[in-house]
């Protein structure tokens, strides 16, 4: 469990599935911590990460970059990187900005390790 600024960052593991719990802002003070969760699964060998944003608060351009590079980065290994539980502000965000298309977003977390991958 890492914390910086406003934003708690919480690694798990459900199903072989690794999961990152989000909890307050991510914005271009904390998104280097979240940058840094994800490459630490990458290079641990996940290649289905599920980032929970039920808890987020703030996303602004930043954290959307950062998301976007995890995108990349698992497709590039063959895997996938998922959202779960945006709040309607950041879905709004996601369909404003038409990356609701390049984003897998599911509302619940079972959804979400039911579309499968692991």
Do not use: C, W
């Not at 999961?19 to 979240?34: C, K, Q, R, S």
């Not at 404003?96 to 390790?113: H, M, Q, S």
């Amino acid at each position: 469990m890492e914390t910086a600024m406003n934003l708690k960052v919480s690694p798990r593991a459900v199903d072989g599935t690794q999961v990152l719990d989000l909890e307050g802002e991510v914005d271009v003070y904390t998104a280097p911590l979240l940058r840094q969760a994800i490459v630490d699964l990458v290079e641990g060998g996940a290649t289905h990460v599920l980032i929970n944003l039920e808890r987020v608060d703030y996303l602004d351009s930043t954290g959307l970059g950062i998301l976007i590079g995890g995108v990349k980065r698992l497709k590039e290994q063959g895997g996938a990187l998922r959202l779960v539980g945006p709040s309607a502000r950041i879905t709004r965000i996601f369909e404003i900005t038409g990356l609701n298309k390049i984003f897998d977003v599911y509302a619940t977390e079972r959804d979400a390790l039911a579309a499968g991958g692991r």
